[in-house]
């Protein structure tokens, strides 16, 4: 059974960054992409970005370009978002999803709330 | 950038009524790369449908997709309880991946 089990909930002060990981089960962690999307408080979906774990290639949507960092450590399965410059805009909820070329995000995580407050 | 629209904003409707919810694409959208997810509150989004009209393991026959090019539709059958919810279309056939603004299925 695939899980994505994600970190829990952050708080980040304005212009500092934070770090969520994303630890999938129940399947080869470098046979799928890992995409994240967040979703602002009763906001619709916004896709960020994909890094393909088997290879660490990555492709960012051209809003968040140099503010995020997409990684992987293999040798634990996991994945992780680093959003940095935080903003009070950024408060959201973060979700990983799996990704697969034909079917979207057929398995995502619980999400992780950040919040962003002095 | 692929902009999607969904209309209308919010559907209220009984259980038992038949639900069109509709996605509109600013460009063509390849029919292999266009899918719905529902969310309900306090929960992630689930794939519902993908490549326009297949479903997702597990899920329903009352909930059917269909369309091409720039017009797209989720049809529910017959609502059950448990279908109230949010719907968002979703294309991940071009970068950046993106989502309509979703509808609300609400009980009426």
């Known amino acids: 059974q695939v899980h994505l089990v994600q970190s829990g909930a952050e708080v980040g002060k304005p212009g500092a960054s934070v770090k969520v990981s994303c630890r999938p089960s129940g399947y080869t962690f470098t046979d799928y992409y890992i995409h994240w999307v967040r979703q602002a408080p009763g906001q619709g979906l916004e896709w960020m970005a994909w890094i393909n774990p088997n290879t660490g290639g990555t492709n960012y949507a051209q809003k968040f370009q140099g503010r995020v960092t997409m990684s992987t450590d293999t040798s634990i399965s996991t994945a992780y978002m680093e959003l940095s410059r935080l903003r009070s805009d950024d408060t959201a909820i973060y979700f990983c999803?799996?990704?697969?070329?034909?079917?979207?995000?057929?398995?995502w995580g619980r999400g992780t709330l950040v919040t962003v407050s002095s | 950038e692929i902009v999607l629209t969904q209309s209308p904003g919010t559907l209220s409707l009984s259980p038992g009524e038949r639900a069109t919810l509709s996605c509109r694409a600013s460009?063509?959208?390849?029919?292999?790369?266009l899918a719905w997810y529902q969310q309900k509150p306090g929960q992630a989004p689930r794939l519902l449908i993908y490549?326009?009209?297949s479903r997702a393991t597990g899920i329903p026959d009352r909930f059917s997709g269909s369309g091409s090019g720039t017009d797209f539709t989720l049809t529910i059958s017959r609502l059950a309880p448990e279908d109230f919810a949010v719907y968002y279309c979703q294309q991940y056939g071009s970068s950046p991946i993106t989502f309509g603004g979703g509808t609300k299925v609400e009980i009426k």
């Open positions: 999803a799996r990704g697969v070329v034909t079917h979207g995000h057929d398995y």
């Open positions: 490549g326009t009209s």
């Open positions: 460009q063509s959208v390849s029919s292999s790369y």
